[in-house]
């Protein structure tokens, strides 16, 4: 039932999530060039929680939940579980006071309206996968903004979408690289549970009527710690929070 109800929500869904990436396409260049990075950055918080809306027009439920007193005054990395691309709107308006800014791939950005511009206008790292030096540039260059700018950061180590929902083993290099530009930066564990539900069928037609939850868990400090020891203690718990809410 729920496939069948998608072939005639999916489109309805599409049209207002592509709709919004057209107009705020010039939104944001315009933010970007009147009113600098606070107003860019206004444009792409709205848009985003906009775009989480869309969700409900497939009847789907998305909580983001975050009982965590989290500092303002560090950086953070905040590492997540990954399903697919419906990931990304709530974590941009859910961590907008905390200026996160994404470890993307290079392809994502060219060729998309909205995202493509933020990405390339809005700090991320966007690394070559195949490119292991400007990887590395792009993430020291991110962790420098950090540094100086007070800004946080959203990796997925897993390195890749599960498409799934069953989780793949961390991966410590991207968390790493970052540690070693600001190694006073907090680790902060993401459990996403649900998104992959989206794509059971495939892109068309999307599933409707699913639950999703993105779950801010504890803090993990990471001053003095091999990255290895801290990435593993944010996938477990990860996984646990996931676990639980199966």
Not at 8 to 22: A, D, E, R
Not at 113 to 131: Q, T, Y
Not at 216 to 244: F, H, M, T
């Amino acid at each position: 039932m729920k496939k069948l109800i998608g072939y005639f929500l999916s489109p309805i869904h599409y049209i207002f999530f592509g709709g919004l990436l057209l107009i705020f396409h010039p939104i944001q260049w315009l933010c970007l060039k009147t009113g600098g990075y606070k107003a860019h950055k206004t444009s792409v918080d709205i848009l985003n929680g906009l775009l989480s809306c869309t969700y409900m027009l497939l009847g789907s439920r998305a909580r983001f939940v975050n009982n965590q007193a989290l500092p303002g005054d560090r950086p953070i990395i905040f590492v997540a579980n990954h399903q697919s691309m419906y990931d990304i709107p709530p974590l941009i308006w859910g961590l907008r006071k905390h200026h996160a800014k994404f470890v993307s791939k290079i392809e994502l950005a060219s060729g998309i309206p909205s995202i493509s511009f933020n990405l390339k206008h809005g700090g991320a790292a966007n690394i070559d996968r195949k490119d292991k030096k400007q990887s590395m540039g792009e993430l020291l260059k991110l962790g420098s903004r950090m540094q100086e700018k007070n800004w946080s950061a959203v990796i997925f180590p897993e390195g890749t979408r599960s498409r799934n929902g069953e989780m793949k083993p961390f991966m410590t290099g991207g968390v790493s690289i970052l540690l070693k530009k600001v190694p006073n930066a907090l680790i902060v564990p993401v459990a996403i549970n649900g998104s992959w539900k989206f794509f059971r069928h495939g892109k068309f037609p999307l599933s409707t009527f699913e639950k999703m939850s993105w779950t801010i868990l504890a803090p993990i400090e990471s001053a003095g710690r091999p990255a290895e020891e801290v990435l593993q203690e944010a996938e477990n718990a990860v996984r646990k929070s996931i676990e639980n809410q199966h």
